[in-house]
């Protein structure tokens, strides 16, 4: 079956700039989690979502912000970029979530912000 | 917060040494994942362990949950090239938020 599947891969924004993510998990899975992966910090948890529900979310300012389809489609955005938020944006897909059971996760979104 | 860190954070090895990255909740963990992460990839789920003093085996690698269920490790027997990449623990904190560790990067000396 197809898997998780992130757009766009690559992107370049300035800063204040805002940038929308996509994440298409695998069929049937209703957890979408999205991480930020950088070199100094590692992968920082973002947000999840479940059944249309964010139900965790990380440590990040209100700037960062996601939502989830019906379809179990999955967005995030960040308004008025900053350099700091340049990094890779993983999109992780589970059928149970909340921190249990195996992670999907897509090939990523690399932001650049100038 | 829960914090994750293993250690080493980076370990170089000749080829057909052994390798092992440890890990150490701050918290009791419900579980514990490993996931590797090649370079310019993604991370792939490698394992789940649950039970306290669990030990599981793929091949050449060897995991385990410690006691505590706070810690945990990841050997790998004879490395190969193929080894090459970082590898993570997570594990779940009480609000369900899967938290990654710090990871430990694996390079290979042919």
């Known amino acids: 079956k197809a898997g998780v599947t992130q757009t766009p891969r690559y992107l370049i924004k300035t800063r204040g700039q805002q940038v929308t993510l996509s994440c298409s998990p695998i069929?049937?899975?209703?957890?979408v989690s999205w991480y930020q992966q950088t070199p100094g910090q590692g992968l920082q948890f973002l947000f999840e979502?479940?059944?249309?529900?964010?139900?965790n979310k990380g440590n990040f300012p209100g700037r960062f912000s996601g939502r989830q389809f019906s379809n179990s489609r999955s967005e995030m955005n960040v308004s008025t970029l900053e350099l700091g938020d340049s990094a890779l944006y993983l999109c992780?897909?589970?059928?149970?979530?909340?921190?249990?059971?195996?992670?999907?996760f897509g090939e990523g979104s690399r932001l650049t912000v100038l | 917060g829960q914090q994750v860190m293993q250690i080493p954070q980076y370990q170089h090895v000749q080829e057909g040494e052994d390798f092992t990255t440890y890990c150490n909740s701050s918290?009791?963990?419900?579980?514990i994942q490993w996931y590797k992460q090649r370079p310019g990839g993604h991370p792939v789920f490698l394992i789940q362990?649950?039970?306290?003093?669990e030990v599981k085996k793929q091949k050449r690698l060897t995991f385990q949950f410690g006691e505590a269920k706070k810690n945990s490790s990841l050997h790998i027997t004879a490395t190969q090239t193929t080894d090459v990449g970082t590898y993570f623990c997570?594990?779940?904190?009480?609000?369900?938020?899967?938290?990654f560790g710090t990871g430990t990067r694996l390079t290979i000396i042919p």
């Open positions: 362990l649950v039970k306290s003093g």
């Open positions: 069929s049937g899975h209703r957890s």
């Open positions: 992780a897909s589970s059928f149970q979530g909340g921190g249990t059971g195996e992670l999907f």
């Open positions: 997570a594990g779940p904190s009480g609000n369900e938020k899967l938290t």
């Open positions: 918290t009791t963990l419900s579980n």
């Open positions: 979502y479940f059944s249309e529900t964010q139900r």
